[in-house]
């Protein structure tokens, strides 16, 4: 049923007939998700089964990590190497082709994971948040099972092959983003970005977002969207709106390999806030990003805005090749076999400055 946040580009699917319905239900549901990862590679899940007062828990847990002194959470920065992302990230420390984001974050992920060791701050420094954030992990690391389980229903893949059972282990991790305020006129002239364009490299990511908004998406048809550098000098993008409720979801790159191209891994960016949600922003030297901001965010300041990524990743021998019912003699396989492990080594060590 269309719903008045639906967009040409962003569906919007509740998932609750998928955790509570019958067979049918459950078919339905999986076949809308599959139509908005073939469309577009994002979208918009209510009722996904995390409360939202957990959520908007998550963001105030947040906010006070972000207002801790600058030496607590420098006491808090990984200290075995560039490829042990835990703890936290100053700005500076993450980059996307060579461009310096302009965000602080904390990251956490799978408690059972011995390679990738949590950094938390002291019990007493802020009493109950690694409790609440080891319980934050496994409410998105169930959410996100269930949507491996619904894509694998669209392929009909046996349990022996599915993909959640290629996720046995959950090596996921999510991060707490803060992206301090910042001057609006750096924004709309593209001499800054909170994040340049992009595409994620797992399998899926679950992005909560807070009401400020930023977040856009290479905008269909405009460009070679496999080439995020490319398209940011020639392309579009299109605003997301923030839906009270939701979690936007997305395709990973491996995902993208895995299913031979059936579902998109969409390049997208974080910018500055935008009135005029669904309009489209032109990236052209003279046309200065303008379009869609109110009087008020053209001079002066941008305010801060704060997100929560959730990203998972197979297991790390996985190996990454075409799956049954996505290739055929008249469809063949676009990539050979990669790793997983090898893969996702390769992508951090460009990553982290």
Request: glycine share 8%; aromatic share 10%; net charge negative.
């Amino acid at each position: 049923m269309a719903s008045r946040f639906d967009t040409p580009d962003i569906p919007l699917i509740d998932f609750s007939l998928f955790l509570h319905g019958s067979a049918r239900d459950r078919a339905q549901v999986a076949s809308s998700i599959d139509k908005a990862f073939k469309s577009c590679g994002f979208m918009h899940l209510r009722n996904h089964g995390i409360d939202q007062r957990k959520v908007d828990e998550c963001f105030e847990w947040s906010k006070r990590f972000f207002s801790l002194t600058e030496s607590e959470k420098k006491n808090l920065q990984p200290s075995q190497g560039r490829l042990h992302y835990r703890g936290y990230l100053g700005i500076g420390n993450e980059k996307v082709r060579e461009h310096v984001c302009n965000k602080e974050g904390f990251g956490c992920g799978n408690p059972e994971d011995e390679s990738q060791p949590n950094i938390w701050p002291p019990e007493e420094l802020l009493p109950g948040f690694r409790a609440f954030m080891e319980d934050f992990f496994s409410e998105c690391t169930i959410l996100t099972h269930h949507l491996l389980d619904s894509l694998s229903l669209v392929l009909d893949l046996p349990s022996a092959e599915s993909l959640s059972g290629n996720h046995t282990r959950s090596i996921f991790n999510f991060d707490l983003l803060h992206y301090p305020d910042v001057p609006t006129k750096l924004l709309n002239s593209g001499k800054l970005a909170r994040v340049p364009a992009h595409s994620d490299f797992g399998t899926l990511t679950l992005l909560f977002q807070d009401d400020v908004g930023g977040l856009e998406i290479a905008g269909s048809g405009s460009a070679n969207t496999e080439k995020s550098e490319e398209f940011e000098k020639q392309g579009s993008f299109t605003p997301v709106k923030t839906v009270p409720g939701t979690v936007v979801v997305s395709i990973g790159y491996l995902l993208m390999r895995w299913s031979n191209g059936r579902w998109k891994n969409t390049i997208h960016r974080v910018m500055g806030p935008s009135s005029l949600p669904m309009q489209e922003v032109s990236t052209s030297p003279d046309n200065p990003r303008t379009i869609g901001m109110d009087a008020g965010c053209l001079e002066g300041i941008t305010p801060g805005r704060y997100s929560i990524p959730f990203f998972a990743s197979p297991d790390p021998e996985a190996m990454i090749e075409a799956l049954p019912g996505c290739w055929s003699q008249d469809v063949p396989k676009r990539w050979k076999p990669i790793n997983t492990g090898d893969f996702l080594r390769r992508k951090r060590e460009a990553i982290f400055a």
